[in-house]
């Protein structure tokens, strides 16, 4: 089962909203990862846990918070977001953080800011 | 610094025409890892294949074949025989032995028309 889910699918906020994506996965992985996609666009690395410890932070504003609860499970707490965060929010899981394993993808949430 | 190169933005083809899609990537190391990821509409990124920098045998896996050349820096994707659910975009990916971050191509439009 490489299966990744992600929850909600859609999801409209506006700016001085609070809310959280949800992502989890059961194949033991021990590397987990956010991407952000805009439109026409690659994904965009925002964050890996590792074992779950927060390893990269490409930067991303405080207004994303990641958490790892535990190793099958990861989340993004949202606030005070601005319209130009509007986009796929991706969910990737791998066996490790060796750079020879592959990430396996969830289906994403989009995202509206408005 | 690594840097992966999908120079077609776009391709459309008729169904049962061959296509390939190129990938160039640039890289210090000499050791590394090379994916391609197929996001069909619905948005999720399915992992096609990886090849690891000292492996330069090509693959094969159905419709699929891939063409790993270091020479010219070069890991191309060729689907035989396109198919309409063939359509999607695809990117290829780069990750380095040293580092745990995946950097993508700008992803290549691949429309396959009935």
């Known amino acids: 089962d490489t299966e990744v889910t992600q929850t909600p699918k859609h999801l409209v906020m506006g700016m001085t909203n609070k809310k959280s994506l949800k992502c989890e996965q059961h194949?033991?992985?021990?590397?987990m990862y956010w991407y952000k996609q805009k439109a026409k666009k690659p994904p965009e690395l925002m964050f890996v846990?590792?074992?779950?410890?927060?390893?990269i932070n490409e930067s991303v504003p405080s207004r994303f918070s990641p958490e790892c609860p535990n190793s099958s499970l990861l989340n993004l707490h949202l606030h005070a977001l601005q319209p130009e965060d509007s986009a796929l929010y991706l969910c990737?899981?791998?066996?490790?953080?060796?750079?020879?394993?592959?990430?396996?993808f969830g289906p994403g949430t989009r995202l509206t800011v408005t | 610094a690594q840097k992966v190169t999908q120079a077609q933005t776009e391709i459309s083809v008729v169904e049962k025409e061959d296509v390939t899609l190129d990938c160039v990537y640039e890289?210090?190391?000499?050791?590394?890892?090379l994916f391609w990821y197929k996001q069909p509409p619905s948005g999720e990124l399915v992992f096609l294949i990886r090849?690891?920098?000292?492996?330069?045998q090509n693959e094969i896996s159905g419709r699929y074949s891939w063409n790993f050349q270091k020479s010219t820096s070069s890991f191309n994707f060729t689907i035989t025989a396109s198919q309409v659910v063939d359509s999607a975009v695809y990117f290829c990916?780069?990750?380095?032995?040293?580092?745990?971050?995946?950097?993508f191509g700008a992803g290549t439009i691949l429309r396959v028309k009935s």
């Open positions: 990737a899981s791998s066996p490790g953080d060796r750079a020879s394993y592959e990430q396996y």
């Open positions: 194949m033991g992985h021990r590397a």
């Open positions: 846990y590792s074992y779950e410890k927060l390893s």
């Open positions: 890289t210090r190391d000499t050791t590394y890892y």
């Open positions: 090849r690891n920098s000292f492996d330069e």
């Open positions: 990916a780069l990750k380095e032995e040293y580092g745990n971050k995946l950097v």
